[in-house]
């Protein structure tokens, strides 16, 4: 069995052990995983990208530890799941402090590889949040376009650094989520848009301030 159909038996039982569900639809939350992964192959991942793509989710949501991974997936998908994976804990703090941890540690953590994988995780999640819940929507857009600015600007994503090099302009997964971020703001109702964007101002202001 090779590393990535290996990786998704792996991480449909482990979402599968705790009754994982994709919020909205009620569908078996392996679909989201098998989706990050196929844009990541679609992008020419490699075989690790890919499985790590699978596995984005299993240390974040389910009982699967990082040891686990390294054990059956070696070093590099380990490494790769884990600068993915959120770091701030419920009793962190309220959704804003959890969130500025959370991006504080993917800045610290996420290569040129596991930045594709990243993206790519936004960009299914943003197709499924839009459709199905503009509130929330108003609130996670604002976030998601603060993370693309803050984490992606002008930083290396890509298989290798030959393709970086080779490569002028931002990377095509950075440039589709920038637009279906954008697509689905302008598609808000006024009032949640509005919303969106002084949530996004704020969320600016204060990291400049702990930045300073």
Avoid: C
């Amino acid at each position: 069995m090779n590393i990535i159909d290996k990786a998704h038996m792996f991480a449909a039982g482990a979402h599968a052990g705790v009754g994982q569900k994709r919020k909205y639809t009620g569908e078996d939350y392996i679909h989201h995983p098998v989706a990050v992964a196929e844009i990541v192959r679609n992008h020419g991942g490699t075989d690790e990208m890919v499985a790590a793509a699978m596995l984005h989710d299993t240390i974040e949501d389910t009982q699967v530890t990082f040891g686990h991974i390294f054990s059956l997936f070696g070093d590099r998908v380990a490494e790769m799941v884990d600068a993915i994976s959120n770091k701030a804990l419920p009793e962190d703090g309220n959704r804003e402090t959890r969130f500025f941890i959370n991006v504080k540690a993917l800045r610290e953590r996420l290569d040129m590889q596991s930045r594709v994988i990243k993206l790519a995780d936004l960009i299914h999640n943003t197709q499924s949040i839009t459709r199905h819940d503009q509130e929330f929507a108003a609130q996670y857009l604002a976030e998601k376009a603060f993370m693309l600015r803050v984490l992606f600007t002008d930083a290396e994503i890509g298989v290798s650094g030959e393709e970086i090099e080779s490569r002028t302009g931002d990377h095509p997964l950075l440039i589709e989520a920038e637009k279906m971020v954008a697509t689905a703001l302008s598609q808000l109702p006024d009032e949640l848009f509005l919303k969106s964007d002084r949530i996004n101002a704020e969320l600016m202001e204060k990291w400049e301030k702990t930045e300073a």
